[in-house]
């Protein structure tokens, strides 16, 4: 693991680090937040998962997170958005696919396949560096994300139940598989068959039988691609089942990270409460 | 007033907006966040001065300022640190010069005395303007600054102790006329006789009897400017006068937003209580 940069922040140490992945076939770039508490114990490790067009960056920049981390005594991992690199099929000008939008899926289709496996890299490849680098206790893990990375939570909690003990977003994107501004890249990680896209949809996950406990999501009525997001698609696939959603509006708040870091605290005490 | 952009964020209003100034020939840019309690009654104001490079942007994305104004019920405004412009003379090449460099002087000097009259805007034009459109109590005004704009905030207080009720500073440059990135700016804007670069000192301006208090200095240990920023001379200055001045040496911290953000909270509420 390659150290990119270290800052003293909040007593605890911001870096960003890069490793080969393997999962994805290419060098990943990630950043962590570890308080100083983890000089004497191992800290449990919360996800971010970051929307379209981000990288590593706009959270440990904009998001607010290390004052609440360093408080609660929680690692804080924010992994990038897709795989990049020379050789990683891309569409440049496309913000919706590729290079920013991995939408956290392992790919099926080629050449995606090489290399978009973000599922894998989230939830298998990385985690294991963590918990090898750092002064991590991965039994407690619990997963956030933003936009197209509260997607990535949702369904990365509802796939693997086990791993997480609490999920929560900010504007998540509920139903890929709806919206316009997914189903493009859907179409070209996993095919044209839409029945492929269901593993990576948390309504579908949800309508398939798939269970995840507990779930925060905050949601701003000011944001301007709420007519994608679907905030209430959720709340109606989590009806009648056993899932405890608590699914807020939030009056005047928009996409931003603005809207992020005014609830970023809140989100890290409610999973901090829950890992212990 | 043009108003750039609003985001509601912990609750009140992170505004970006744009006015033609007068002391500074150009239209200025700047950054106020407005706490939701200004619905109620006029809030006080505290300045954020940034340092070199910087626009109104960095540290409204990376100061972590807006909880702790929310909490504390006040105003954080936060100009740009030049005049900006076609017309406005520069040395593009120079980040210590120029765009991004007005040190907050009142340039004495041709052709830099039509634009950089940052002291004149950030102590009389801007404040003004603030009081006239945002529910501000202007006789409650404190200011802060980071690196040169701690320089700024340091030599306005004193220059202008009846108009701040406190003073705090990042890591600022203590003694410009001292230090080698620092000395090129004041000839150009002030001229080549060092006399008349005592006005915007720190420590020339205690040495020659100005006087403010409190004041709050934090500087990291692990700063790669700490030569040119010199801590130690502020506190000499400081000796047996009546200027309560708190220095504290920050180990392990750099001069980054990862360092102002872990102490911005302390700042704010430090100035708040001095704000009533």
Not at 70 to 94: H, K, Q
Not at 160 to 184: M, V
Not at 213 to 241: H, N, Y
Request: proline residues 5%.
């Amino acid at each position: 693991m390659k150290t990119i940069s270290t800052n003293l922040s909040h007593g605890g140490v911001q870096g960003v680090y890069q490793e080969a992945s393997s999962a994805c076939n290419c060098d990943m770039t990630f950043a962590v937040f570890v308080p100083d508490q983890a000089k004497e114990a191992p800290l449990p490790v919360l996800w971010y998962l970051s929307g379209l067009t981000c990288t590593h960056a706009n959270v440990m920049e904009k998001g607010e997170y290390r004052a609440a981390a360093a408080e609660n005594g929680v690692i804080i991992v924010c992994p990038d958005t897709s795989p990049r690199g020379d050789d990683v099929a891309d569409e440049p000008d496309n913000w919706q696919f590729g290079s920013g939008a991995g939408f956290y899926v392992d790919a099926t289709q080629e050449p995606y396949n090489k290399h978009y496996n973000m599922h894998s890299y989230v939830t298998q490849e990385l985690p294991e560096l963590i918990g090898r680098e750092f002064n991590a206790d991965m039994s407690r893990q619990s997963i956030m994300g933003h936009s197209m990375g509260g997607h990535g939570a949702l369904t990365i909690a509802l796939k693997n139940p086990d791993k997480y003990k609490s999920c929560s977003a900010f504007a998540p994107i509920c139903e890929p598989s709806a919206a316009d501004w997914s189903k493009g890249a859907l179409s070209k990680y996993l095919g044209e068959d839409e029945g492929g896209w269901r593993a990576y949809d948390a309504c579908a996950l949800i309508q398939d039988g798939h269970r995840f406990s507990p779930i925060l999501c905050d949601q701003g009525e000011a944001d301007g691609f709420l007519d994608g997001l679907r905030p209430q698609a959720l709340v109606d696939a989590c009806k009648e089942t056993v899932i405890d959603l608590n699914s807020r509006m939030q009056p005047g708040y928009d996409h931003s990270y603005y809207f992020i870091s005014s609830f970023m605290s809140e989100h890290i005490a409610w999973h901090a409460s829950r890992l212990g």
